[in-house]
């Protein structure tokens, strides 16, 4: 079975395909800082990649996440209010490898060297709009649901 992600940066969503089927439609977050593959630039990396990890499996629903991490914490609103500075990373990770040499893997523009991932969000700060640090973001249910649907290896293609 071939199964991939697709991400469309314009529309801001992402489709899980399998045997060429559209199986489900998730809207995204992606970067405010728009795309790019560059070390710190803050935006969202072009091209093509696949699953790296799958990090948060059993995890609570709004787990918080540091370092790939949990913190042991569950995130409420008023958490967010007591640390607003945080980039919140939610109930699970996806984290993104990068398949292209120099475009989006090796030297400073390796996508997982930058710490890129699928991961949930603040469901309540959440707008499907570009937003991120270049992560994409979705909502906790989403990325729990596209979690237990995809596994490692899986090819995720980022397009404008």
Known sequence: MTTAINISITKQQLELIKNNHLV?????STAKNGVGQKMGSG?????????????????????????RRTTGEIYTTELGKKFPQRDWILSRILWLGGLESYKNRYGDVDTAWRYIYIH???????QGKPESHGCIRMKNLDIMALFELIDTKTKVYIRE
């Open 120 to 126: 949930g969000s603040p469901d309540e700060l959440f």
């Open 43 to 67: 935006c969202t990396p072009l091209g093509e990649h696949r699953i790296r990890a799958k990090i948060g499996t059993n995890q609570p629903l709004n787990s918080v996440f540091i370092g």
């Open 24 to 28: 489900s439609r998730y809207l995204i």
